[in-house]
């Protein structure tokens, strides 16, 4: 489909940026490019950025909804810095994303849309197509508005639905652009709107449109091109934090053969986690919408008393809520999974917006001497693992677990290698025999300091529980000094013998290197592709990335003790270098902290890196 | 040769519900008559003792799963309910009894109380309603009578009290019984209806606390005022109450009032008789409502009207979908939607 006219040029990899009203669609925009982007073979990661308002005040800096996606024939592991093209569908989009690209992207506008009325609405003094804003940046004026119109001129379709194509005008220009095919987009508009003929037809008219309106007016001197990656074999996919963090779940309940309860309540940007699982009844997985975030978590401890999977979903302050409950978890040493999507805090803070920040949290947010197992995804198709561990660890150690993900990945979408469940570990509880003869309900496996699971409905097993400190073995309420020193110690040391049972840390890059740089959770393909760049240009530094915090793998002091400089870096005012000092306060820690709600950018990471380097 | 069936698992008896624990509430504490009354009910069930969970949350009451020989769970304050939901649903075989108090239900757990009532899942649920905070040692509950002296209101409550009864109606709840401590004949039998009624079934217990908050229910529980005070409801019966036999309620407008049969004309055909199955709580509300001096305390079964459970539901829709749904495993799942093959 290339016009000849163009020059091809490979790239190895590009940032595009689509930007719009919040009603414009432009997530849908980004995610139709996702799919032609995987068809193509390429590797990918993407990025929704939008407003917590369902519909900000439209044609407003507020109201503007991004979706951006980092494309390339080599590893991908963040949706990119910067923009190497932003499609603008206004004047606001234009101006809440200066930042978000190069500086000498392609813009894409429709400029219907650069009325002297949304000029002034996205704060501009004077229209930034003509006053010399954009100098340096090659810009594309496509009057979208109008030529959708007609496009869409022979069918019997009203203006203001013909409108709602308009993304799709946009989406056109961009598969120009890059040598893409529209069949695969084209079958998705037929599935969608299977009983809407009229919408097919005017979306493919529209993203036709698009495609052919770039052609013509040759508006860019070249096209681009982007090999597929070299991807080991087997089926791929893409999936968002959420969706993985789900599948995880539900893979576990079938390698464990438990059934899935989940009790949640409904926040974001966690919330996706609970639609998934309530749609998948089929294998036996039941969703409770909870009336409330306390109610989310102890049905949860009910069902897991009962025998259930189970599970609860939250973002940070649902978690302070969860606190009190947390505590019941680990007192009646019941397993209980905790996902944790971290957002921007205090309070309601950013709601839509990603941080590092409940770290603090979920290590000790709870009264009384309360341990728990605390990890943390790194990535979102690594949710799907980290998910799967979580309930592992959970059901084998009888203990809760946190873990936390956050907003990028849970709403960030990456490639993922689709595995053979088959080939994930069994998962064995500790669930007690009828009529076992010695069974005690806090008895103890001598390996993990587990206690049995002894479920409701089981003959001769019938024992009490709850939130009150209870003897060891017996299990019997007691108020007795020694023993409640006894059973802080043990529901301790239960939790730190998890380091036996999870892998080592590892150090990736220049092993030795004097430079080690630190990060947990969400960072790890933005501090390894700064990594990455860094050890191609020649400079020596060493990276180890921690999914387990709590406890943390059995050699992470031996890392730590190998380096003469340490950085430490998250999304956040220093809480796990602050735990860092705690544990192992032997070493000298730096810490590179950002808290804006944005995730680190590959620049500001490599720039930290080299000036530590240089010093 | 005859076959023997053993029987002797299927023939319980109290003693199998007695736990060896000692019993920590106070000598004279309405909660020693409605342990009892479980423990008189449990065996009478046709319920294997292993399938039964006592569950409460904090209070003086909610120390009761360690007192019965049963599965207990002994939760945190107010959230019984939502620990009991979560049992139900996970495993619906069990026998639920959830345990309460004014102060867990009323206050701090309000919220779960109307969602457990509006969901209806086949927990019953005992809720000792002493009208005091006992535990902490007597402040003021939701169900306090207004003006009543207690540590925390030492002028006397400010706020107006809930009915649990009403509250349980004005959530679409679709059983509630009240019950008096001082009657184990009466709490055996109400327990019974409340746990072969399937659905959130609520029990009232109008229970005393000898040290804080004693005889606040001294005028319908009192051994001289209790006939005048007190009407046991029976479905299908007229209500009549009072020693003499000879009181009785009617309808008069919209208002629910006392007469005596015989004066004015009265005859036991006027009186109202009582159906607990209607759908439309009004009248259910009203006679939750009633009170001494002016009509006597409603007890027994008040409302009890059919509905789905919510384990119904869930477990309902879970054979449903796996006839329909083309997934029949995660790997079904995983490999759905958009894929790609790399060779």
């Not at chain 1, 040493?333 to 921007?344: A, C, H, K, S, T």
């Not at chain 1, 921690?546 to 943390?552: G, L, R």
Request: aromatic share 8%.
């Amino acid at each position: 489909m290339t016009d000849s006219k163009n020059k091809v040029i490979e790239l190895e990899k590009a940032v595009i940026r689509f930007a719009g009203d919040s009603g414009d669609g432009m997530q849908l925009t980004g995610s139709l490019f996702s799919d032609s982007t995987a068809f193509a073979g390429n590797d990918f990661a993407t990025f929704p950025d939008y407003p917590s308002e369902i519909r900000a005040p439209q044609g407003t800096v507020s109201g503007v909804s991004g979706f951006q996606i980092h494309f390339g024939s080599n590893d991908i592991h963040t949706s990119g810095d910067q923009a190497d093209v932003l499609v603008a569908m206004n004047p606001a989009s234009l101006k809440a994303n200066k930042n978000w690209m190069t500086n000498d992207a392609v813009i894409i506008v429709d400029n219907d849309a650069f009325t002297e009325k949304n000029i002034i609405k996205a704060g501009y003094e004077n229209n930034p197509l003509t006053d010399g804003t954009l100098n340096g940046h090659l810009v594309v004026n496509a009057p979208i508005a109008t030529l959708t119109k007609a496009a869409v001129s022979e069918l019997d379709i009203d203006n203001k639905s013909a409108q709602k194509s308009k993304n799709m005008f946009a989406l056109g220009m961009i598969f120009y652009m890059f040598n893409r095919s529209y069949e695969k987009t084209f079958t998705f508009f037929e599935n969608k709107f299977k009983t809407k003929p009229l919408i097919v037809e005017s979306n493919k008219l529209v993203l036709k449109a698009g495609y052919n309106f770039a052609d013509t007016i040759e508006a860019f001197t070249n096209t681009f091109k982007i090999a597929p990656a070299k991807l080991n074999k087997g089926r791929y996919r893409n999936v968002t934090g959420n969706l993985a963090t789900a599948w995880g779940l539900l893979a576990a309940a079938e390698r464990s053969g438990l059934k899935l309860f989940i009790g949640s309540y409904p926040i974001t940007p966690a919330t996706e986690i609970l639609q998934e699982l309530a749609k998948h009844k089929q294998f036996s997985a039941v969703s409770f919408q909870a009336e409330d975030e306390i109610a989310g978590i102890v049905s949860t401890i009910g069902a897991s008393f009962a025998g259930a999977l189970p599970v609860t979903s939250t973002s940070g302050p649902g978690l302070s809520l969860k606190s009190e409950a947390l505590g019941l978890a680990v007192m009646t040493e019941l397993p209980l999974v905790v996902v944790n999507v971290q957002r921007g805090g205090p309070s309601t803070g950013l709601p839509t917006k990603s941080e590092q920040s409940d770290l603090y949290q979920a290590l000790f947010g709870r009264n009384g001497e309360a341990p728990l197992i605390v990890m943390a995804a790194s990535s979102s198709s690594d949710c799907f693992y980290s998910a799967f561990e979580a309930v592992k660890l959970s059901l084998e150690h009888m203990t809760p677990v946190i873990l936390l993900t956050d907003g990028s990945l849970a709403n960030g979408s990456e490639v993922f290698k689709i595995p053979k469940v088959n080939s994930l570990p069994k998962i064995k509880p500790p669930i007690a025999k009828a009529n076992d003869a010695d069974y005690k309900p806090y008895a103890r496996d001598s390996k993990k300091l587990s206690r049995p699971w002894a479920i409701p409905g089981t003959e001769g097993l019938r024992h009490r529980i709850g939130g009150l400190e209870k003897e060891n073995i017996s299990g019997n309420v007691s108020h007795n000094p020694e023993n409640h020193q006894l059973m802080s110690e043990l529901r301790q040391e239960k939790v730190e013998r998890v380091a036996d049972f999870i892998s080592s840390q590892t150090v990736e890059g220049d092993e030795n290197a004097d430079i080690l740089v630190v990060s947990w959770g969400g960072t790890y393909g933005v501090m390894l592709t700064a990594v990455e760049q860094l050890l191609k240009e020649g400079y020596s530094i060493a990276f180890t990335h921690f999914k387990h915090i709590m406890p943390f793998p059995k050699n992470t002091e031996d890392i730590l003790s190998k380096y003469k400089k340490i950085l430490v870096c998250e999304i956040n005012m220093g809480q796990f270098v602050n735990y860092l000092r705690m544990k192992f306060p032997k070493y000298d820690y730096g810490q590179y902290n950002k808290i804006q709600g944005l995730p680190f950018t590959v620049a500001e990471l490599k720039k930290e890196f080299i000036t530590l380097i240089n010093e | 040769m005859e076959n023997i069936i053993d029987t002797a698992k299927l023939v319980l008896t109290k003693k199998d519900f007695e736990s060896d624990q000692m019993v920590k509430w106070c000598p004279g504490c309405g909660d020693h008559a409605i342990l009892k009354s479980v423990e008189n009910v449990f065996p009478e069930l046709g319920i294997p003792k292993e399938d039964f969970v006592v569950v409460s949350g904090i209070g003086c009451s909610s120390r009761f799963p360690y007192y019965m020989n049963t599965y207990g769970i002994h939760g945190i304050h107010g959230r019984a309910a939502a620990l009991a939901t979560g049992i139900k649903i996970a495993n619906p075989k069990l026998s639920v009894w959830m345990i309460t108090g004014d102060g867990d239900s009323m206050a701090i757990g309000g919220n779960h109380f109307i969602h457990v009532a509006r969901r209806n899942p086949d927990v019953n649920i005992l809720l000792f309603n002493n009208k005091i905070y006992g535990l902490t040692k007597g402040q003021y509950s939701p169900t306090t009578p207004k003006g009543s002296k207690t540590k925390t209101s030492p002028q006397g409550s400010f706020e107006t009290p809930f009915n649990p009864g009403e509250l349980v109606m004005g959530a679409r709840g679709k059983f509630f019984a009240r019950v008096v401590d001082t009657n184990i004949k009466m709490m055996t039998r109400i327990f019974k209806e409340a746990s072969e009624h399937h659905g959130a079934s609520i029990v009232e217990i109008l229970a005393n606390c000898v040290i804080f908050n004693n005889k606040v229910h001294g005028l319908i529980t009192g051994r001289d005022t209790k006939e005048d005070n007190q009407i046991f409801l029976e479905a299908g019966q007229p209500m009549i109450y009072g020693k003499e036999k000879d009181k009785g309620i009617i309808l008069d407008g919209a208002q629910l009032k006392s007469v005596t049969i015989g004066e004015n004309g009265i005859t036991e055909s006027d009186l109202m008789v009582h159906d607990p199955t209607t759908e439309d709580s009004g009248i259910h509300i009203m006679l939750a409502n009633m009170a001494p001096p002016e009509l006597p305390a409603a007890m027994g079964v008040i409302r009890s009207v059919k509905a789905p459970t919510i384990e119904d539901s869930v477990w309902a829709s879970v054979e449903h979908e796996k006839q329909i749904s083309p997934l029949k495993n995660v790997d079904d799942l995983l490999n759905s939607g958009s894929t790609w093959d790399i060779d």
